[in-house]
């Protein structure tokens, strides 16, 4: 049955109290604002949601201040498609424009709050980067001195990490659709077949099914098992004893899911049955420590204490899941150094991996939602053996 | 007829090529490797492909020396297929490290050079973004000093804009896919179907002509014309009446395609026609400036002076075109402020745009790699009157 899609977009009501929450936590910070630049960050606070962002030749900005609502500070371009959103005070300018890509409006924006010596955040820490020209942003720190730029990558990860009813609706949405999709794999996929075929029929019936886009779609098929996990397709042809994975990011309403599925064509190696029956053990390890209290360490090591049962090299993966929402991966990570304590509604993948035989890999991977009494799945659970297309 | 397919990847000898010109013009300018980090660039003399980079977790680094074969300092997840590249020198950590995410060896490989006060390029100017954590590139400035780091964006952004002969059988490719892809929408399209459906029917027929992907396609429709040409899909029916425009950027192992079409739904008004016939023949005037020699700026006043015909408000693009090819926007830009010399073999895109009516643009756009005798069409040339699919 098809599952009913969700309503797009938000009420500004969501905006209002993602916006109002971060400034509980600015003021605990003593920050009198905070300034974004990524597409998953402006758009959290604002709702501006367009595939533009995909060219890098212009810089955007939004203002998240300490008391009211956000300041939008972008490309002419995109100001049409911003006055739809909650914002009220929305500055742009002619981009590009090399020689003052927006320095100046920020400047005139800042400069107040740089007289007073005041202090904002930016995001600077793990898993950011900074999306406008080092030389420009050099060019304004230059400017604004007296400003006092610190680190608020806690803050908007820390809040985007736990999600809204809303945003579950749209993750459970697209995990929905994206399940659909896998489970029509065994009718699309033949002996024979190149793999870069298999990618192209399950973008379609992706598609088909009510996804707006696949932007990730990765895997590989060989025999016995695959090599890596983050290649495009190849040509070769599909060839019984082959182990087929496809891992896939595809969207709804600007929101991911993120898994993979396991197939073998025509029969299955005992390794491969084997590292998929460990697999899916670590799993559902992950699923039984996946809930409130416990840290994403807690979850990495439960997983990781089946994974040993034939492989303890550790991996190339570097965790064992993440976040998931606006982007394909999002903080947290499940791995040895991340402490994070799981909350309600937090989205979480579960992706256990392991190296088998001769050089191969195989990973496994479920999206869930923190719930008071534990993980609930998201994407319809993987088959507990190893499935056999013939 | 379906063009045919060209071979995947490169020779080596296009990476050997690409590294030796780039080598030529450190030694001019004095410097001893640029460090390159993001998809493109590294793509750029690698050959490293993969969608993983939607993951925004993981830092990725390469470093081009004065001479020799470039260095990747890479997560390990990445190992495997950037060893099918034509590098030797691969370095890897296991990633994510938030403490270390990369930065120890870039250290190492760099301190050398910053103990004898070397010089090297990294890419900090216009269309550049800083693909790692502000924090991160703090800590590694702090740590090699006596480094010089000076903006090498001319020099990369300067040989990507001129494609060999490999990298125009893709992108010649790719626009052929797509125009087969645009000439099908008059059999997709009906009043009374959403625009999102609309959407979604071209990405299958993009995908199913044998596109890899459609990561780029925004549009509109309504009521005599568009109010913006960077939105996701409404649900709106097409009514008669509508002007409907799409502007895809489909791939082709990694080259894309990027530009536009319209349409009248059922009939069209006079002005919606009269603002067509301007943008059909601002985009002649720009077919006919493209040729060697002559300056972007001089492509931007020839499409220019046709558009003022009705309308001299400037615009809300802020150019006219630009490159295109691993990316969707590249440099240059058809602008006033762009005294790029057109070159035999860059490949551009022709995009004139105007506002008509009360609040209606159009956007016109076709895809050309200039030759030695002038522009040649990649696409195949939009129809010279507003098209009404009846």
């Given at each position: 049955?098809?599952?009913?899609?969700?309503?797009?977009?938000?009420?500004?009501?969501?905006?209002?109290?993602?916006?109002?929450?971060?400034?509980?936590?600015?003021?605990?910070?003593?920050?009198?604002?905070?300034?974004?630049?990524?597409?998953?960050?402006?758009?959290?606070?604002?709702?501006?949601?367009?595939?533009?962002?995909?060219?890098?030749?212009?810089?955007?900005?939004?203002?998240?201040?300490?008391?009211?609502?956000?300041?939008?500070?972008?490309?002419?371009?995109?100001?049409?498609?911003?006055?739809?959103?909650?914002?009220?005070?929305?500055?742009?300018?002619?981009?590009?424009?090399?020689?003052?890509?927006?320095?100046?409006?920020?400047?005139?924006?800042?400069?107040?709050?740089?007289?007073?010596?005041?202090?904002?955040?930016?995001?600077?820490?793990?898993?950011?980067?900074?999306?406008?020209?080092?030389?420009?942003?050099?060019?304004?720190?230059?400017?604004?001195?007296?400003?006092?730029?610190?680190?608020?990558?806690?803050?908007?990860?820390?809040?985007?990490?736990?999600?809204?009813?809303?945003?579950?609706?749209?993750?459970?949405?697209?995990?929905?659709?994206?399940?659909?999709?896998?489970?029509?794999v065994p009718?699309?996929v033949a002996e024979?077949?190149?793999?870069?075929?298999?990618?192209?029929?399950?973008?379609?019936?992706?598609?088909?099914?009510?996804?707006?886009?696949?932007?990730?779609?990765?895997?590989g098929a060989d025999d016995g098992g695959y090599?890596?996990?983050?290649?495009?397709?190849?040509?070769?042809?599909l060839q019984a004893g082959d182990v087929l994975m496809m891992?896939?990011?595809?969207?709804?309403?600007?929101?991911?899911?993120?898994?993979d599925r396991n197939w073998a064509i025509s029969r299955a190696t005992d390794t491969a049955r084997r590292a998929y029956d460990v697999l899916w053990?670590?799993?559902?390890?992950?699923?039984?420590?996946?809930?409130?209290?416990?840290?994403?360490?807690?979850?990495?090591?439960?997983?990781?204490?089946?994974?040993?049962?034939i492989?303890?090299?550790?991996?190339?993966?570097?965790?064992?899941?993440?976040?998931?929402?606006?982007?394909?991966?999002?903080?947290?990570?499940?791995?040895?150094?991340?402490?994070?304590?799981?909350?309600?509604?937090?989205?979480?993948?579960?992706?256990?991996?392991l190296?088998y035989g001769d050089?191969l890999m195989m990973v496994h991977?479920?999206?869930?939602?923190?719930?008071?009494?534990?993980?609930?799945?998201?994407?319809?659970?993987a088959a507990s053996e190893l499935p056999v297309i013939t």
């Amino acid at each position: 049955m098809q599952p009913e899609a969700p309503k797009r977009g938000f009420p500004v009501a969501e905006f209002e109290t993602r916006t109002r929450n971060a400034q509980a936590l600015m003021a605990e910070t003593d920050l009198v604002g905070i300034l974004l630049m990524t597409e998953p960050d402006v758009r959290y606070f604002s709702g501006f949601h367009t595939l533009f962002w995909q060219s890098p030749t212009r810089p955007w900005f939004l203002f998240v201040p300490a008391d009211g609502k956000p300041v939008a500070i972008i490309p002419e371009i995109g100001a049409a498609l911003m006055r739809q959103s909650w914002l009220d005070d929305i500055r742009t300018w002619s981009a590009p424009a090399p020689h003052d890509d927006g320095i100046s409006l920020l400047n005139e924006l800042l400069s107040p709050l740089a007289k007073i010596k005041a202090r904002i955040g930016i995001l600077k820490g793990h898993e950011t980067s900074l999306r406008m020209p080092l030389n420009d942003w050099e060019r304004l720190v230059t400017g604004l001195r007296g400003l006092e730029f610190a680190d608020a990558t806690a803050i908007v990860q820390g809040l985007r990490m736990v999600k809204s009813p809303a945003e579950i609706e749209k993750l459970s949405y697209i995990c929905a659709l994206g399940s659909k999709a896998f489970s029509r794999v065994p009718e699309l996929v033949a002996e024979g077949q190149p793999l870069e075929e298999t990618f192209r029929a399950f973008r379609c019936t992706a598609l088909t099914l009510g996804c707006d886009d696949i932007p990730y779609l990765v895997g590989g098929a060989d025999d016995g098992g695959y090599h890596d996990v983050i290649s495009p397709p190849s040509r070769r042809p599909l060839q019984a004893g082959d182990v087929l994975m496809m891992d896939t990011g595809c969207t709804w309403d600007g929101y991911f899911c993120d898994f993979d599925r396991n197939w073998a064509i025509s029969r299955a190696t005992d390794t491969a049955r084997r590292a998929y029956d460990v697999l899916w053990r670590a799993t559902e390890a992950g699923l039984a420590a996946a809930r409130p209290g416990n840290t994403c360490c807690d979850l990495f090591n439960a997983m990781r204490a089946v994974i040993t049962e034939i492989d303890d090299s550790g991996g190339d993966v570097g965790r064992l899941g993440h976040g998931l929402g606006m982007q394909l991966t999002e903080q947290p990570s499940h791995a040895p150094f991340d402490r994070t304590v799981l909350k309600e509604n937090m989205v979480l993948t579960l992706e256990p991996s392991l190296s088998y035989g001769d050089g191969l890999m195989m990973v496994h991977e479920e999206n869930i939602v923190v719930r008071k009494g534990g993980a609930e799945l998201l994407t319809n659970r993987a088959a507990s053996e190893l499935p056999v297309i013939t």
